[in-house]
């Protein structure tokens, strides 16, 4: 496609179920981040992969939270025993290469978490 | 600890005006500052960006000025318009970790008719 797909583009669920968020970069983009934007909040870095291997993934907020990227491509993050404060806008961006130059973001997915 | 301070917080700017929004940081190992567009429900998108090797960048109506004895910069906006309304982030990318950006916590922008 022609820009950074991500889906859903809103999700609702019930606290402590499982959620799984989908990213597909732009062809060719070798490095993929994911960010969380919560209401009025900057924007909080989660992981980024380089390839399919994830150099980085301090800002991962805790280990219900997970990222995996398989091809090269497509990306999904998935959080488990979903809270209420993991409500929030998660931002999908990809770039050529893995030098946080040039950053393409997608819509983002918005998540409630009820 | 906010390693990049964003300011204001918010903006209001009459159609033509000019706006200003101002970055500072603190990491002397920043060596790339991109400043990000954000329209509601849309994902940012980078404006203009700037490297510490120059002290002002200009593209169409946007300019970036950058101080780096001060460890400021900024964005300018001229002949502001109403589809100019939207967030902004500014963001400063560390080399020396990871190349890790670090951003600003952004300025919602409106431009009066």
């Known amino acids: 496609g022609a820009g950074v797909s991500q889906s859903p583009s809103n999700k609702v669920t019930e606290k402590g179920k499982d959620v799984e968020l989908r990213c597909d970069p732009i062809?060719?983009?070798?490095?993929l981040y994911w960010y969380r934007q919560s209401l009025g909040q900057g924007l909080e870095f989660l992981i980024y992969?380089?390839?399919?291997?994830?150099?980085?993934k301090s800002g991962l907020p805790s280990d219900r939270f997970s990222a995996e990227r398989t091809g090269g491509s497509v990306s999904t993050l998935t959080i488990q025993r979903t809270q209420q404060e993991d409500s929030a806008v998660y931002l999908c961006?990809?770039?050529?290469?893995?030098?946080?130059?040039?950053?393409?973001f997608g819509s983002g997915t918005q998540l409630s978490v009820l | 600890q906010q390693q990049v301070k964003q300011s204001p917080q918010s903006l209001i700017v009459q159609k033509g005006g000019i706006s200003i929004i101002n970055c500072a940081y603190e990491?002397?190992?920043?060596?790339?500052f991109p400043w990000y567009q954000q329209f509601p429900g849309k994902g940012p998108a980078l404006l203009i960006a700037?490297?510490?090797d120059v002290s002002e960048k200009k593209e169409g109506r946007f300019t970036i000025s950058f101080n780096k004895s001060a460890k400021q910069f900024s964005l300018h906006i001229m002949d502001s318009q109403p589809g100019d309304s939207a967030t902004y982030f500014c963001?400063?990318?560390?080399?020396?970790?990871?190349?890790?950006?670090?951003w600003g916590l952004g300025t919602s922008l409106a431009v009066n008719p």
């Open positions: 963001a400063a990318r560390n080399a020396g970790n990871n190349r890790k950006l670090i």
């Open positions: 961006a990809s770039s050529m290469i893995a030098t946080n130059e040039k950053l393409f």
């Open positions: 990491n002397t190992a920043f060596d790339y």
């Open positions: 062809s060719g983009h070798t490095a």
């Open positions: 700037i490297r510490p």
């Open positions: 992969f380089q390839g399919n291997s994830a150099p980085d």
